[in-house]
Structures are given as structure tokens and as C-alpha cells.
């Protein structure tokens, strides 16, 4: 099994800036991609950005292109979420979450595809 922590959401002006990390336990970390999704009040989780097993490949929504970057450490077992240019439509629950199939050349957005999630960070932008 693997056990994700997120961290680093908090409260933020818009415009502002907040790096969210993932950090796992499970030595098959490494081998799988991992997605961020997030949630807000009343909608469905939806998928915001991935990045393959290597760190190699890495995908965006459209809304959170140019402003958004993922990266991970697989020494250190924790992947990331550098938020800058935050708007009040970015607040929501984030999560990360594993892709089951291991070695994937592509990040898939979908949210079946995932198996292990964290327990979620809030962030809320205001205006």
C-alpha cells in the first residue's frame, strides 16, 4: 500500500504564490505516475496536472497552464505543486493520487485510473 500526506495549502491573496508537496511511503513510489486533482464546494474532483514515473513527461489543464508547475524527487519520495498567479477560481481541496499501472509513457487525466489518495490541503485564494 501506499500512504500519501499532502502539505502546503493555506491561505493566499490573489496573485499570490503556494508550492504544495506530496509526500509517499511505499517502495513503488517511483514507478508510477502521480496526478493532482482538486475539489471545490458543491463540484466534482477534477484532474489539474500530472507527471509520469520518471518526471520525464508532465500535463496540465488548460486553466492552469503557464501559471502551475509539477516536478518530483523520487529520493526523496515527494512530488510538488508550484501554484503562482493564483486566482479565486483555484480555491478547492488538492489531492495527489498514484496511477495504478506502473512505467506509463503518458500522464492519463482521468480520475479512475488512480488508486492511492491523500487526504487533501485546502487552498483558498481570495480576491
Known amino acids: 500500500q501506499v500512504h500519501l500526506v499532502e502539505s502546503g495549502g493555506g491561505l493566499v491573496q490573489a496573485g499570490g504564490s503556494l508550492r504544495l508537496s506530496c509526500a509517499a511511503s511505499?517502495?513503488?513510489?517511483?514507478?508510477?505516475?502521480v496526478g493532482w486533482f482538486r475539489q471545490a464546494p458543491g463540484k466534482e474532483r477534477k484532474f489539474v496536472a500530472g507527471?509520469?514515473?520518471?518526471?520525464?513527461?508532465?500535463s496540465y489543464v488548460d486553466s492552469v497552464k503557464g501559471r502551475f508547475s509539477i516536478s518530483r524527487d523520487n529520493t526523496k519520495n515527494t512530488v510538488y505543486l508550484q501554484m503562482n498567479s493564483l486566482k479565486p477560481e483555484d480555491t478547492a481541496v488538492y489531492y495527489c493520487a498514484t496511477d495504478s499501472s506502473p512505467f506509463r509513457r503518458v500522464v492519463v487525466p482521468t480520475r479512475s485510473v488512480y488508486d492511492y489518495w491523500g487526504q487533501g490541503t485546502q487552498v483558498t485564494v481570495s480576491s
Open positions: 507527471i509520469s514515473w520518471s518526471g520525464d513527461s508532465t
Open positions: 511505499g517502495r513503488t513510489f517511483s514507478s508510477n505516475a
